[in-house]
């Protein structure tokens, strides 16, 4: 991913497009009964696409602007809380970590991120909501299951930065 991109016209629209898409996939996340998750990871992607084309300030803005905007059009509240606190922040995460180029401290640095939001997620539902949370398995199965989940989620991140690098900009940017 590049730093020092200057935002001009094209960079902008995109912006833009990929806010509506944003947008788009959250409203989706809340009309939808299932492939919830995989609206929220759809949703995830665009911002990386922000930080390689205007770097990593407008990543912020981006993800600052997709979440005000999904918070004052989506009914649903609090389904946009996984794209607050995890999703929609995420590709700006990871570029900090992968700047560290050490890949063992990355993956380390990535789980305990991943792990700090899911005990926010356990919080959230056990003392907001009020609700019991009950398994019938044991808690540390279910969390390297997610760690799991988590580090797979992380290489497909991956691969579309990758994709996106070397077919999708080069399709955009004619």
């Avoid at 991109?5 to 788009?24: E, M, P």
């Avoid at 770097?55 to 649903?76: C, M, Q, V």
Wanted: net charge positive.
């Amino acid at each position: 991913m590049k730093k020092n991109r200057s935002i001009d016209a094209k960079s902008i629209t995109l912006s833009g497009i990929l806010l509506t898409l944003v947008v788009l996939a959250l409203y989706a996340e809340s009309l939808t009964p299932t492939a919830k998750l995989s609206l929220y990871a759809f949703s995830s992607l665009f911002v990386s696409i922000v930080i390689i084309e205007s770097g990593i300030k407008a990543g912020w803005i981006f993800y600052l602007a997709s979440s005000l905007l999904t918070l004052i059009i989506i009914p649903d509240k609090l389904g946009l809380v996984p794209y607050f606190v995890f999703f929609g922040i995420y590709g700006i995460i990871k570029y900090y970590i992968e700047k560290l180029n050490k890949l063992a401290i990355e993956y380390i640095l990535k789980c305990i991120y991943f792990s700090l939001c899911l005990l926010l997620a356990l919080f959230v539902v056990k003392k907001l909501l009020m609700e019991d949370v009950i398994s019938n398995l044991p808690w540390w199965l279910i969390i390297i299951g997610l760690e799991v989940v988590f580090l797979i989620y992380d290489y497909v991140y991956t691969l579309f930065i990758q994709y996106y690098n070397h077919k999708l900009r080069k399709m955009i940017y004619k």
